[in-house]
């Protein structure tokens, strides 16, 4: 179940990534990154390399997760779904974004 849960969360982290980049690729007045980190790691390196930090470093988050024997199975769990609520809360805001910017989520 964690395995599963993990993947889900990699997926809606893809998800939230592209969806970010759409609703960031060019500035627009009233559109912001909320996360405070994520602000600060874009505004530092970029946004294109800021995302692909991201993802290395949810990738390796999830991988330690998964494999780890520290942290209890119930506490994983239970982890991996607050996680994947609140990047699916993200996704969700993205999306009503990029219809109301009047993009398309393949990028054109």
């Not at 993990?6 to 627009?28: G, I, K, N, R």
């Not at 970029?46 to 390796?60: F, N, Q």
């Not at 994947?84 to 009503?96: E, K, P, S, W």
């Amino acid at each position: 179940m964690v395995v599963a849960l993990a993947l889900l969360v990699l997926l809606a982290s893809a998800a939230d990534h592209w969806t970010t980049f759409l609703c960031l690729q060019y500035p627009l007045e009233g559109v912001t990154e909320a996360n405070p980190i994520s602000r600060w790691l874009f505004a530092g390196i970029g946004l294109a390399p800021g995302l692909l930090l991201d993802s290395l470093v949810t990738i390796l988050g999830m991988t330690f997760l998964v494999k780890t024997r520290l942290v209890p199975e119930e506490l994983k769990l239970l982890f991996l779904g607050v996680v994947l609520f609140g990047t699916g809360y993200a996704v969700h805001n993205n999306l009503g974004a990029i219809q109301q910017l009047g993009l398309s989520i393949f990028g054109g």
